[in-house]
């Protein structure tokens, strides 16, 4: 290596590794974009977020913003500027990170001459894993062996919404052993109080305001009539996204702005000296938030966002258009249990109702520290799902809480998830010969029985999906009666809330979202109504054989030849009868 080559190299090292200087400055003076340097000239509000090296820091985007090539950028200049560092970026799964890698992060290794400082060894350079100097950077596609075999001090989640909960959850133990323990999460949000919003809602919440260089008034501009104005708009509509397709073709867009809410003058979306980022609640320091829309850039015009309406309408996909167009939560209420509808069926008394012996009692577990415990009856005369007591206890003091409730109810059969606690789980299937039956999600069957080599049902699989939709049906149909619930109203209620129905994604089954985790009963009671089917398959099955033991042809049996049989002496003498 000549003299020339080894002082351009310390120039070249000094220089990159300063951190004395901006991070934001530094990605402009070392970075570059189609060959050209790195501005933040067309989106000005990203220069404060490329700059912020919170710990705890949540972004709200919407799409075509720039907002991923960013976060890209930002998470090389971290490894770059700082010997010895070790970061992890996720994207929601390995098509979107593959896709991501090879478009927006291999052009910036490849091309910009900072993170190929001339040297003596070749760093290590693939897809998963990029050595810049001393430190290195692990792309993912949050598969389980990354969330738990490399340890970090950065991580940068692309998507948050999008990616797997369980697998984000998992990344957070691998700060464990860093000084940094920095986490930054970048998405398009999708339901309201979940992955980002939450996040958002529990941070100092920055917004791009800007300010009306007529009246000097600072707002948020949104996506209404407050702030959008259509010259002849004469449609009879609450909202702009009422506006169906054929209506929004005729609207006159080229003389539409954005106007000041106050003054209704015309705001000036592209000087940034009317652009300010402004905490709301300056005070929160342990979490910092961002929030951008469409007019946080006077480059998404109306004609633009207007004809995304139309499209995603044509799709009925409104949610779509919120999320990534405009960069707001969205949740209908089809997709969420409405509090209402909750406590339309909520008996008046919050107490247990009495139940006697003679009355069949299913019940569902939802394991945990805190177990929660649900019973419900066999549908009424009126067509009614009765649910007689919603419990909790500590899972040390479960086994005697079922004891006390056998006492009590017949409860004739019991699901209770299979995981985590499958040992415990399988130790109550064991002691109860098969009246708690664990349960594992899979499959397009409502119950299907596993059994293991010697022919012993040891579990069954059931779909998540519609064992979950059973409650909603119940409650929002009216058919349910939730009673026993004590002081634990307000507790009931939200859980039942806190699952979101998501069918947006083509070609895959509706699933059932969690939006902050306080779902459980939720769980129990998917689990009670799940048993009362998982009770009927069980009892069906010993029924058919029982039919061939004493001779009588086929093997089918359905429900009325099971509560024919009931009686049946011969039945009863071989153990059979409930």
Same mark, same amino acid.
């Given at each position: ?6 002082? %351009?190299?310390?120039? #070249? ?15 402009? &003076? ?21 700059? !912020? ?15 991923? %090539? ?90 948050? &919404? ?41 941070? !100092? ?74 905490? #709301? ?75 006697? #012996? ?21 549908? !009424? ?30 409860? *004739?059969?019991?699901?209770? &998830? ?33 059994? &293991? ?27 349910? *009666? ?15 809330? !806190? ?11 509706? %699933? ?67």
């Amino acid at each position: 290596m000549s003299y020339s080559d080894l002082y %351009e190299l310390a120039v #070249q090292k000094f220089a990159a590794g300063n951190t004395d200087g901006s991070l934001a400055e530094w990605i402009t &003076d070392h970075t570059t974009l189609r060959r050209r340097p790195f501005s933040y000239s067309r989106y000005p509000f990203q220069e404060q977020i490329a700059d !912020d090296e919170h710990p705890n820091l949540s972004v709200i985007k919407c799409s075509q913003v720039g907002l991923t %090539e960013i976060q890209i950028r930002k998470f090389f200049a971290m490894l770059r500027r700082e010997n010895g560092l070790s970061g992890i970026f996720s994207f929601p799964n390995e098509a979107m990170y593959k896709r991501n890698y090879a478009t927006r992060m291999k052009p910036i290794i490849d091309n910009d001459t900072v993170f190929n400082p001339p040297a003596m060894n070749k760093p290590i350079r693939r897809m998963d894993l990029t050595q810049i100097s001393d430190s290195f950077g692990y792309v993912t596609g949050c598969g389980e062996s990354d969330a738990t075999s490399i340890n970090a001090d950065i991580l940068f989640h692309d998507e948050l &919404d999008l990616s797997p909960t369980d697998m984000i959850a998992l990344f957070q133990s691998r700060l464990q052993g860093s000084d940094k323990r920095i986490t930054q999460s970048f998405s398009t949000p999708t339901f309201l109080g979940y992955g980002i919003d939450r996040n958002f809602a529990l941070s !100092d919440q920055h917004f791009y305001f800007v300010r009306c260089q007529s009246c000097g008034h600072q707002q948020f501009p949104l996506f209404n009539m407050d702030f959008v104005n259509i010259p002849k708009l004469n449609f009879d509509i609450e909202h702009l996204t009422d506006l169906t397709a054929e209506q929004i073709v005729d609207l006159d867009l080229k003389g539409a702005f954005i106007g000041c809410e106050r003054c209704h003058k015309p705001l000036d979306l592209s000087n940034k000296e009317y652009r300010e980022w402004v905490p #709301q609640f300056p005070s929160r320091e342990a979490n910092r938030g961002y929030k951008m829309n469409p007019f946080s850039t006077d480059r998404l015009s109306l004609a633009y966002i207007f004809g995304q309406l139309q499209k995603y309408r044509e799709k009925e996909n409104l949610k779509g258009f919120f999320n990534t167009v405009l960069g707001e939560p969205f949740t209908e209420s089809s997709a969420q249990i409405q509090r209402d509808q909750i406590e339309k069926v909520l008996a008046p008394n919050g107490n247990p109702p009495n139940v006697g #012996q003679d009355k069949a009692v299913y019940m569902g577990i939802d394991m945990g520290q805190i177990c929660h415990i649900v019973l419900v009856g066999d549908t !009424d005369e009126e067509g009614k799902d009765p649910f007689f007591l919603f419990d909790t206890c500590h899972v040390l003091q479960l086994t005697d809480r079922i004891h006390e409730l056998r006492k009590v109810y017949n409860i *004739v059969q019991c699901c209770v &998830d299979r995981y985590p606690y499958t040992p415990t789980v399988d130790s109550y299937r064991e002691n109860t010969q098969g009246m708690i039956m664990p349960i594992h999600f899979g499959g397009n069957a409502a119950v299907q029985p596993k059994f &293991d080599e010697a022919e012993e049902l040891i579990y069954y699989i059931a779909n998540r999906t519609a064992m979950l939709d059973r409650v909603r049906t119940t409650i929002v149909n009216g058919s349910a *009666v939730l009673a026993g619930y004590g002081g634990l109203k307000e507790t009931l209620i939200t859980h039942l809330r !806190d699952m979101v129905r998501d069918e947006t994604v083509m070609e895959k089954e509706p %699933e059932w979202k969690k939006l902050n985790g306080n779902d459980h009963f939720f769980f129990a009671a998917g689990y009670a109504l799940l048993a009362r089917r998982v009770s009927e398959n069980i009892y069906t099955r010993q029924y058919s054989k029982t039919l061939m033991v004493l001779g009588i042809e086929g093997t089918n049996v359905g429900s009325n030849t099971v509560q024919n049989l009931t009686n049946n002496k011969t039945v009863s003498k071989l153990g059979l009868g409930r």
